[in-house]
Every structure is written in C-alpha cells, then in structure tokens.
C-alpha cells in the first residue's frame, strides 16, 4: 500500500517531470501550444491514474519521457508532443479514439490510431512480426510521425527494460535491433540508432557490453590527451577563419566497436578507430561547403591524409539526409584518425535526422529535393503492391535498411541513389516498373552491358527495352533492392494466375470431350497422379506445355487398371540413372539416324534435338515417338511419370541433313551488322536460313533466326563465329 506521504511525493515528480518536458518545448512553443500541451497532459495522467510501470512507478512518466524524447532528441514539435502524452490511452484505458479527435482533433487522433495500429511485440522472423513491421511502414504514407513517436516509445522502453522478465526482455530487444534501429539509421536518427543497438547488446550480450563500456571510460583521459596534441597545431588556423566552431572527439558506439572486434577477431585495444574528431563550424548556409573544404585544408596541411578515405558526403548528401566531410589522416602518434568536417546545421542532421531535415527546409535553407522524401516515395511505392507476403516484403526491405549506397547518374544528368551492389536491372525497376519489365540491357557510361552488370558510383545509365522481353525467375537472382524485387515477384505471380486460368479452360475443355462429370474429383486424381500440391500448379503446366492434355485421356485407365504413379521414377538420381541407362548400351536400342525410314518418329517441337544433343525417345498415344533432349523443359515430367514409355534414343552417325535450330543475337546496332551477320550464316558456314526477324530499338539489335544445321558441333561453329562479328554481345541457342 502507498502511504499518504508517498502518494504526495509521487504526484510532485509527476509535476516536475511535467515541467521539465516544457521547458525544453518551450523554445518551439506557439500561441497556444502551452494550453493543448496542458490538456493532453491532464487526459494522460486521468487516463493512466491507477496504472504501474513494471518497475512500480507511475505508468504516465513513460508517456512524459516518450514526450521528451521527442522534444529533444528528435526535434518534433507541439503535434506530437500531444500525440506521446497520450499514446497509450487508446489502447490501455477507456478512452476512445473518438474522443481524442473531439478534443485534440483530427490529425492527433490519426497519429494515435497509427500508434496504436502498430502496438505489440511479436517473435522475430514470425509473420506477425513482419505484418507489424508492414503496418508500421504503412503509416509512413499516412504520417511520418507515427514512425518517429514510436521509436521514441520504443527508445524509452529499452532505457528501461531492466524491469522486464529475461524472455520479455530478449523478445524486445531483438526487435529492436530487427527492425527499429534499421530505421532509425534510415531515417538519419543516427545517436538513437547507436542507443538502440547499445542497449539491445546489453541485454543479449551483457558482459561484453559492460567490458566495453569500462574500457572506454577507463581510456578516456588518454583519450583526451590525444585530441588536444590533436588539436593544437591547427587551433590558430581555424581560429583565423573567423567563425566560431567547436571540436569533439567522441568515441564510437559500444554496439559498434564491438562488430568490428567480432568481425576482425581483435581486442579492445587493436580496434585502431575507436573514435573520430569532429569539427563543426558555425556558417551561413550560403558558405558552408566552401567553409568545410578550407577546413579540410587545414587539417591536411598538418596531417597526410589517406587518399582512399576521402567521403565529400556535401556534395552529395546520403539519401537519408547526411552530410558531411570525412577525412582519415595520420596522427603525430603514428596511429590514423578519422575527421569528420560539418556545419553545426549538418551536425544537428545528423543527430537528429528527418525533423531537424525538415526544419531547415521549411526555413528555406535547403537547395534540392532530399534523398530522404525520395526514400519515402520509394517505401510508399513499395507498399502500395497488392498482396505481398509479408514476411517476404520484410527481408527484401531489412535488406535495403543496412545497405551502403551507390551514386549513378540516368541519361539527363539526374542522380540516383541505389543500394551496394545493385545492377542495371534496379536502376530500370527504379526509373519505373514498366521500364525495368521490359529491360533488355543497358549502356553504362555508352558501352552495352548486361542486365546483371553491378553499378559503380558515377555510372551513367541508360536503359534499353525492348517489347517483347518479359521477367523470368532468373532476374530475382541479381536484383538487390527490394523494389525490383517485388515487383519481378509480382509480375511472375500474375504470369502464373493467368497461365492458371488458360491452364483451366484446356483441362476442362478435354474432361468434358472426355465426359467426365465431376471435375473435382477428376483434379483429385490428376494432382495425385502428377504428384502435385495444388490444382493451380496443374493448370499452370499444362498451360505451359509441360503437361500435354491430350495425356489426360489415360486418367480413366490410371484410376481403374494401375493405380496412380506406377512405374514412374520420382526421384532425380533415378532420374539421372535412367538417362545414362537410355544412353549406354547399343543392345536393343533404337537407333535414330540410318534406320529413321523404318522407324515413325517425330522431333519434338518443344526442344527441337538435333544430331549430337543428347536424347530419348517417347511413345506418345497418337503421333508416334517423338524424340526430346535430355535437357528439354518436359523431360523430368515425362521420365518420372512415364517411366514404361520412355524408349532409348542414339543418334548412330552423323550425316547430312539438316535440322531447324534456332539463334537469338543480342548485340548493339550498327550500320552493316546485318550483312555481316548473314554473311557469316550463308557464305561462311553455307547455312540456309529459314527465316530471320529483327527488331532494333534505341541502338539494340534482336534477331531471331532460324536456320538448318547438320549438329551440335556445326551450331557451336557457327555461333562461335557470330559472336565474334564486331556489336554482337550474345548469342543463344532456343528451342521453340
Ligand atoms: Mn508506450
């Protein structure tokens, strides 16, 4: 029981944290900003009155501290101040949402949905979590301050999460470091960035964490010797620029020193760059660049720099706002140091990121669109896909999250900003979905390069299309950021719905001229004899020519004669025996070839063989043997489910006589490339062509051609040649 006494205490520190949270508003405060403050204040504490913090204290000094966090170190102003007073009302206590609007209005109480929308904590890697990670990305298009309050929210729970019980503990710590330090680091919150991941260590991995934290405040005098040697040579210089500045030396995270000893499986004491100085001066926007490079001057007029750790990050802002100037030198004490060089406006971004963004644009001191709202667009873009899964949609965004970026140019000069690593095809995706679907390959800096070429900073990129090209499953393996990714996901889905519909109206079409009655019952039997999981995926292969409907005629005889699956090789061993089976011993094979007058064969459309591929045959119901390549799409189908109607197939010598191949050429246009092309096909190598198409669009050259070939070895020849002609960059076989 609390006593009178204690009572009264508790409501004096309530008052005081109150006040203190005013104080520090107060310099952004307006008119009647004090008063609304007041209300949600009074609200709040009504609200929480009978409830405890784990810890036992009051429960409103969680709403209070969120509040100030906010003020402090985010930068947010009246709004939201209201809206972290009463964060938790809705969903804790009997206040509606309703009621919130009627007094606070409508923009707090679409905050406080937001808030509460996105409440909860769930396992990491579960799809509840990744659907909470969605919803709270969402609110990013409906208000970026619902994202910002809950950081801070969840900034304070951490701080003071030693109440927690152990697993409660390791739950939310782990989100944390999944998915609000990520962005937290996106939004440009770098110091709550590094308190996030400080403290998520110190509840997964305390005793590294307190060994760390000792170390650093056992080596802080050392420390401050060193930055003042530091200093002391260029001191007078800068003094002479005649603006006001100040110099920090502050060390790096814990979370951070901590990777790096992990990740170089070094001690304390070998992490070289245990901290970085930073020198930040006081300038009128309008000279801040040319400010910080005469600085920079300085510095390296006492100090050799390192070439290769220049970052002009004021030039070119990374695209969650940072700017600054980054310099390694070497120290008199024959260790490197990193010098950071930024306007106290920098300074004040980088620490607080998106408000404090926000804040000098609005006062007009920012000369270009920020990479950060682009970012936004890009998250809102991201999402307004209809029904990713959600957990997939996380681990394409988390990736994007941590990502270093790469600075490339599109064709009139404009800069984009993409992810480490991305390609050709991401930049295409990034200019727009409909480019990226049809991107046939791209001229970096004027030279061709594939779809797969990985981007350099400064590239220049230009996007070829082409109408006739279409995203394959392939694409997925090369694209890296999360917008490419699910749009390739998208198109491939809808590809498949709708290869499912037709897929559909074949197979009904044939059970009807079959007269079966119950379909249902007949895809029953179809799926278990196919060995499938759905009846989407049999309509997709029978759509896609892997399941041939005519086949579906032999499902009266499976059901009553064998029994479903008999004689049929599942597995890809047997598979692979089978194969090496129908191509070993002469004895009793059937020889293709000298003996084709005797035997009715027919080559299979689907992979077209020619002398030398390797092949077998198949009895088919009505045309006889076909012949496919080993390697053709529906082989695995036919010799797992067929295994009794595979026959061998060898080709016994080679001879002349011609079979259709196909070739598709890639390559860059020019004036003559065409005649060469064909010259090397008809004078050359004496193919006869049996037709050509040709499509050129902005520069690119596509040409299919069909033509007849003796083998393999006489089609290697050939396209060997063809890929030699000057502009040509690729040349494929395809089967058709
Ligand atoms: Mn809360």
Known sequence: MITTEAAEAEKKEIIRRY???????KPFLKDNDAKIIKKAFNVS???????????????????????????????????????????????????????????????????????????????????????????????????LRVILIKIADRLHNMRTLDSMPRDKQLKIASETIFLYAPLAHRLGLYAIKSELEDLNLKFTDGDAYRDIANKIRQTKASRTRFINHFIHPIQSELDRLGHSFTIKGRPKSIH?????????????????????????????YEIEKEVCWKVYSIVTDYYRPNPDRLRDWISTPKSNGYESLHTTVMSRAGQWVEVQ????????????????????????????????????????????????????????????LFSEEVFVFTPAGELKTLAQGATALDFAFEIHTEIGAHCLGAKVNNKLVPLNYKLKNGDQVEILTSKKQKPSEDWLRFVVTGKAKSKIKDILKEERKQAAIDGRELVERKLKQLKVENFEEAYNK????????????????????????????TIESLTKKKGPGKGRISDGKTFKKEISRLKGSDQDALLIGEDMDIL???????????????????????????????????????????????????????????????????????????????????????????????????????????????????????????????????????DQ
């Open 256 to 284: 951070s020193i901590w990777n790096k000893m992990k990740r170089q499986g070094v001690g304390f004491e070998e992490v070289y760059d245990l901290f970085a100085i930073r020198i930040i001066i006081d300038v009128p």
């Open 600 to 734: 009715d064969y027919k080559l299979a459309k689907c992979c077209n063989p020619i002398p030398g591929d390797d092949v077998f045959g198949f009895v088919t119901i009505n045309e006889g043997i076909k012949i496919h390549r080993t390697t053709c799409p529906n082989a695995k189908q036919l010799l797992s489910t067929h295994g009794s109607r595979v026959v061998k197939a060898k080709w016994n010598s080679q001879q002349e006589i011609a079979f259709l191949a196909g070739l598709r050429i890639i390559g860059t246009d020019r004036v003559g490339l065409m005649n060469d092309v064909t010259k090397v096909i008809s004078q050359d190598l004496k193919v006869n062509m049996r037709s050509i198409t040709i499509d050129t669009e902005d520069g690119i050259f596509e040409g299919d051609i069909k033509l007849y070939v003796n083998d393999t070895q006489h089609l290697d020849t050939l396209l060997k040649r063809l890929e030699k002609v000057a502009g040509v960059v690729n040349v494929t076989r395809f």
């Open 19 to 25: 006040r203190r949270l005013l104080r520090k508003a």
């Open 341 to 400: 060089i930024r306007t106290k406006r920098m300074d004040d971004i980088a620490e607080k990121g998106y408000a404090a963004h926000w804040k000098y644009k609005e006062q007009g001191k920012n000369k270009s669109e920020s990479g950060l709202e682009e970012w936004i667009n890009t998250v809102r873009d991201t999402l307004d896909q209809a029904d990713a899964n959600a957990l997939e949609f996380v681990e394409d965004f988390q990736g994007n």
């Open 45 to 143: 504490v009504e609200a929480h009155k009978e409830m405890r913090r784990k810890s036992g204290e009051p429960y409103i000094y969680h709403p209070i501290a969120v509040a100030e966090i906010c003020v402090e170190e985010i930068g947010l102003g009246t709004t939201s101040i209201v809206s972290a007073l009463l964060h938790d009302v809705v969903e804790d206590t009997d206040i509606t949402l309703s009621e919130i609007e009627r007094d606070f209005g409508k923009k707090v109480a679409r905050i406080i949905d937001g808030l509460t929308k996105i409440s909860g904590v769930f396992d990491t890697g579960t799809s509840q979590q990744a659907e909470n990670f969605r919803k709270l990305l969402l609110s990013l298009s409906d208000d």
């Open 526 to 553: 179809l799926r278990a004899y196919y060995d499938l999981n759905s009846n989407t995926e049999l309509f997709f292969r029978v759509a896609k020519g892997l399941i041939d409907p005519k086949e579906l005629k």
